[in-house]
């Protein structure tokens, strides 16, 4: 979500979380926190341990957003998407060349 979507029209930021039954604070939560995982992740002077914690964030994100969807909407298209996300994160991961080392 672009940043002038959250400045011009804040009402757009819940409109993922509102129909799961999550309260609006906990949108914006997930804003920051994913955010700052990417950041994490894609910033190549950060310490190999905090890019490890930043995939496991996004990864229990995404685990639990599918969950959410499969008990609330069983829209296939929201179960299927944080998944496919999920796929790209662990491809990511893999491929990640600095995963090994020690930092």
């Not at 002077?45 to 639990?64: C, D, H, M, Q, R």
């Amino acid at each position: 979500m672009p940043v002038s979507s959250l400045i011009f029209t804040p009402e757009q930021a819940t409109i993922g979380t509102r129909p799961l039954g999550y309260p609006d604070y906990f949108a914006y939560t997930l804003i920051v926190c994913k955010a700052l995982g990417v950041f994490a992740i894609a910033l190549p002077s950060v310490p190999s341990k905090l890019k490890e914690w930043a995939y496991a964030g996004l990864t229990f994100n995404l685990i639990f957003a599918t969950i959410s969807h499969v008990c609330v909407d069983k829209n296939i298209g929201f179960i299927l998407m944080p998944l496919v996300v999920l796929g790209i994160l662990m491809v990511s991961y893999v491929y990640n060349p600095k995963r090994f080392a020690h930092s």
